[in-house]
């Protein structure tokens, strides 16, 4: 069935099949159909500009894992896909954040207790989409769960990737000493130009012995 409809959010029908991507009705312009375990927590609503497509979302997308891991909430609802993305919201700050579904849209209803940041002014609202996974996986890692010291010495696998350069951000932020691996030349030259304070014999070949 189709509907006119103002807010949004991108979601699969039949995980595997990637033409089966659509665009649904968000819950939230349908009030009655709210969900009483929403209503009953305070809700800020946040008009989305940008979101990323994760690569968790390209798993689930794709049919390669299932939400059988994921807490009874996510599993229930209508969509498993879109978990970051940047906007305004109703003060008109800046805002990026994590959210459990459906980020991948026009606007959001968030749990206020959802985790959000504003977003610093030197940082587009296209830039700070990216930010929230990858940082917040690397902060959880590396300072709540590793409880990472300055001048400390860590090895860092997929520098390159996005989890990757996070990690070593914050690592370098802390004056720790920071061994890191790449798959490739062209990827070791991209850390080399983006961590200029990486030395050369810290990054190693993940596909080899060198």
């Not at 996974?133 to 990737?161: F, W």
């Amino acid at each position: 069935e189709k509907v006119k409809a103002k807010c949004v959010y991108l979601d699969i029908k039949t995980k595997g099949d990637l033409s089966s991507f659509r665009w649904f009705q968000a819950i939230h312009e349908k009030w009655n159909g709210i969900p009483t375990e929403v209503l009953k927590r305070k809700s800020i609503p946040i008009n989305v500009y940008y979101s990323a497509l994760n690569f968790r979302d390209i798993m689930i997308a794709s049919g390669r894992i299932s939400t059988d891991g994921y807490p009874a909430m996510i599993q229930l609802a209508n969509s498993c896909i879109g978990i970051e993305y940047s906007g305004i919201d109703e003060q008109g700050q800046r805002i990026m954040g994590l959210c459990e579904n459906q980020g991948i849209s026009n606007s959001l209803l968030i749990d206020e207790k959802a985790l959000r940041w504003k977003v610093p002014e030197t940082m587009t609202l296209e830039e700070a989409a990216t930010i929230p996974v990858c940082y917040y996986t690397a902060y959880y890692a590396l300072i709540i769960r590793g409880k990472l010291k300055s001048r400390e010495k860590i090895l860092i696998h997929a520098g390159s990737g996005g989890v990757g350069q996070a990690a070593i951000s914050i690592c370098l932020k802390r004056n720790c000493e920071v061994f890191t691996t790449v798959s490739s030349q062209i990827k070791r030259d991209f850390l080399k130009n983006k961590f200029p304070e990486l030395d050369d014999d810290h990054i190693s070949n993940s596909r080899t012995t060198q």
